[in-house]
């Protein structure tokens, strides 16, 4: 087992826009030519809710990936900071898809490195649907 925090390397690879919906059949084979994670950031007021952004984030992705993309992108993540040093970050309700990054945090690189390995996890914990989406798709139509 590797140490705790143990240096590694990530790749990633930023596109501009998504990939023709001409190739969406080859999704499941190809999962390289789609994106795999989508990270969102947005910085707002400690008193302003996350929920709307949150909301909007999600239709973002909904229009850029549309449903013959699915399941792609894999794994999402909307990161949070917040403005101002008055608020309490571990006060804020937790909203499903969102990370709230406090403005007092100390160390914030180290966070968001932890932050970018989580979402990294999800990518490669969700690889098991795919295979069951090949398998499902392969005992249709050989009838399994």
Request: glycine share 8%; with cysteine; net charge negative.
């Amino acid at each position: 087992m590797p140490a705790p925090l143990a240096t590694g390397a990530i790749q990633l690879a930023y596109v501009t826009r998504p990939p023709p919906v001409s190739q969406a059949p080859l999704a499941v084979f190809r999962p390289s030519a789609f994106p795999l994670g989508v990270l969102g950031i947005s910085s707002v007021p400690c008193k302003h809710p996350p929920e709307a952004l949150v909301g909007e984030f999600n239709a973002s992705i909904a229009r850029a990936f549309p449903p013959e993309f699915a399941p792609f992108p894999l794994a999402r993540n909307l990161f949070v900071f917040e403005e101002q040093e008055e608020g309490d970050a571990s006060a804020a309700p937790a909203v499903p898809g969102s990370i709230i990054i406090p403005a007092v945090m100390g160390n914030k690189k180290l966070y968001l490195g932890q932050l970018l390995a989580d979402l990294c996890s999800s990518i490669v914990g969700e690889f098991t649907g795919l295979v069951r989406l090949i398998l499902d798709h392969r005992c249709t139509h050989n009838g399994c």
